[in-house]
């Protein structure tokens, strides 16, 4: 008997195994950019005083530990790993929450249940503003009621449970930041943490219902190894199912354009546009700007799909998402300050209040270039503080006032050459002089003549081309 017990765990632990594994190479293969979306939402924090203004509101404790795990999603396979790890232990603490009450031989037939609230839990964070501090609400609750249902029953064991309610809902499920709508309900993450706590005591119920002959029938090798695995596959294909249809690849592809324009990867992204040909207003975006940083954007343009002219910069919209890439080519063509106040009201536009690792990084720079060098040394004193951005933060501190040291650095000096040399007024539609003040106030910016050209064929402006022709070959 002792032998099959030791046998149904390691059975058990590999089932689990498996589905780690399943939940790592989904989020590590097919979601990869969706961690990256949430990690360059957020900005954590080494310090106590941003430590204390999260823990000190309910739910607060569960919220910090997401935020703290997250921004390990820079890359993506340690998030998926973390993932992966987080539901495998929302698993195993159903199923311990079962077996502490009753003998594991008795849960093979309903065993398989063990895995739904990890899997519910899997579809929350389909969605891209699900946030991480809500699992572990849920793990904190399991590991709560798993340390009490160890005390000895009584008078104590009662009280515990009410101090430990109200701790609880401070701690892990009184808080609002599990979701970045702090208006809407996760619905999908509270019937995880419902399901997580009452499906240990219907198994627990249902198998002590059962005559005690026919739980011994159950304890031979048949049933310890066939129940389990048959209940596993059947909750894993219906779940399974739902996680493949209920995945959201078309934002998956937006990311990735937005993800390798934030790095600069425009290599990639030529690889990437040359096997599919983007049709999404990011993607098409992403993809003039990587043309132009490798100045085929004349010679290709018609080659890709085009959005007109709001392929090249579209109008900047009020949210925290799709005035990125467009940030990206204000930049990168020398508009800086355009730049700088794309950027910034995107961030305050983030749905959850928080701030943002890639948006102090590139205020920071903008601020450096426009040698607004106090107001750069607030930014960088905060990713000082991060894990991530502290090297590079440490690195760029010393070029603040040093005029000859930017004019010197290939992405900085270049920047500030290329800037408007006199102020405009700027509306969010870019207009044609505004991309001609531009070239013509520095005639080496390759990569306003780029845009600038684009624009003409876009539109159909057959003089302004020819004149600009005409001007390129009089140099």
């Known amino acids: 008997m002792k032998h099959l017990h030791i046998s149904v765990t390691l059975h058990q632990l590999l089932y689990t195994i498996l589905f780690g594994v399943a939940v790592l190479l989904f989020f590590g293969l097919a979601y990869p950019h969706h961690l990256h979306y949430q990690e360059q939402y957020q900005l ?21 530990l997401g935020r703290f795990c997250t921004q390990f ?5 340690v998030g998926a790993l973390i993932i992966a790890f987080l539901l495998s232990a929302v698993q195993l603490l159903t199923l311990r929450l079962f077996n502490s009450q009753f003998s594991i031989l008795n849960s093979q037939l309903l065993y398989g249940l063990s895995f739904v609230p990890s899997f519910l839990l899997w579809l929350f964070l389909l969605d891209e503003h699900a946030l991480l501090g809500g699992v572990w609400a849920v793990l904190i609750t399991q590991l709560a009621v798993w340390g009490l249902l160890r005390l000895t029953k009584g008078w104590g064991r009662l ?13 892990a499920f009184g808080g609002s930041h599990y979701y970045r709508y702090p208006t809407i309900f996760p619905t999908l993450l509270y019937a995880s943490w419902f ?3 009452i499906i240990p005591f219907v198994m627990w119920f249902v198998v002590r219902s059962k005559k005690s002959e026919n739980a011994q029938q159950q304890n031979n090798a048949l049933t310890s190894y066939l129940f389990p695995l ?45 096997k599919e040909k983007p049709n999404n207003q ?16 004349v010679n290709h343009l018609f080659d890709y799909n085009q959005n007109g002219i709001a392929g090249l910069l579209p109008d900047v919209q009020s949210d925290a998402t799709s005035p990125m890439p467009t940030a990206e080519a204000f930049y990168q063509l020398g508009m800086v300050y355009v730049a700088q106040r794309t950027v910034f009201e995107a961030q305050e536009a983030i749905l959850d209040f928080q701030k943002s690792a890639r948006c102090y990084k590139r205020l920071a720079q903008t601020n450096l270039i426009l040698g607004k060098y106090e107001v750069s040394r607030k930014y960088l004193s905060a990713l000082q503080k991060t894990l991530f951005y502290r090297d590079w933060a440490n690195e760029t501190l010393p070029l603040l006032g040093n005029e000859e040291a930017i004019a010197k650095h290939p992405e900085y000096g270049h920047l500030r050459k290329c800037a ?3 102020d405009f007024y700027f509306s969010d539609h870019v207009t044609p002089e505004m991309l001609e003040s531009l070239y013509f106030s520095n005639t080496d910016n390759r990569l306003a003549l780029e ?7 876009l539109t159909g402006d057959r003089e302004n081309y020819a004149k600009l022709l005409h001007h390129i070959q009089k140099q």
């Open 44 to 64: 954590f924090l080494f310090d106590t005083t941003y430590v204390w203004e999260i823990v000190k509101q309910p739910g607060g404790v569960a919220d910090l």
């Open 73 to 77: 999603f820079l890359y993506a396979w």
């Open 159 to 171: 009280i515990a449970m009410i101090v430990a309610f109200l701790i609880l809902y401070w701690v």
């Open 195 to 197: 399901s997580a706590i």
């Open 230 to 274: 048959t209940s596993f596959v059947l909750v894993a294909a219906v779940f399974g199912y739902f996680v493949w249809k209920n995945s959201n690849m078309k934002a998956e592809k937006v990311m990735q354009y937005d993800f390798m324009a934030s790095h600069q990867q425009w290599n990639r992204i030529l690889e990437t546009i040359n």
């Open 282 to 297: 990011i993607g098409v975006t992403v993809q003039n700007l990587a043309l132009a940083m490798h100045g085929q954007l």
């Open 420 to 422: 408007y040399k006199e």
């Open 451 to 457: 845009y600038l050209m684009a624009y003409y064929l």
